[in-house]
Nanobody, 115 residues
Framework: QVQLVESGGGLVQPGGSLRLSCAAS????????MGWYRQATGKVRELDAI???????NYADTVKGRLTISRENAKTTVYLQMNSLEPEDTAVYYC?????????WGQGTQVAVYS
């Protein structure tokens, strides 16, 4: 069993930045593909970014150049650096495996971009 805890969300103005963190209860990142997902109110959950065991990354077209996924050397925390935030980025952000495992969904962290 793994617990994933997201943190780092908040309120920010357009153009601002946030850094989200996803802490795992044990080291799984070296074995699995990890992803950051978002879910805006009334919309389906979407995948923003993934990082594989080798450290390679991939991004949804809508976030390329603005979001960066990374992993710490100890491999128990995954980050999502969010720059040039837009109101459309307002959502709850989650981390999970890719493909996601239902029982690993955490509470997420709320990001709100407003002017």
């Amino acid at each position: 069993q793994v617990q994933l805890v997201e943190s780092g969300g908040g309120l920010v103005q357009p153009g601002g930045s946030l850094r989200l963190s996803c802490a795992a209860s044990r080291n799984i990142f070296s074995m699995y593909v990890m992803g950051w997902y978002r879910q805006a109110t009334g919309k389906v959950r979407e995948l923003d970014a993934i990082i594989i065991s080798s450290g390679s990354t991939n991004y949804a077209d809508t976030v390329k150049g603005r979001l960066t996924i990374s992993r710490e050397n100890a491999k128990t925390t995954v980050y999502l650096q969010m720059n040039s935030l837009e109101p459309e980025d307002t959502a709850v952000y989650y981390c999970n495996l890719r493909p996601p495992v239902g029982k690993y969904w955490g509470q997420g962290t709320q990001v709100a971009v407003y002017s």
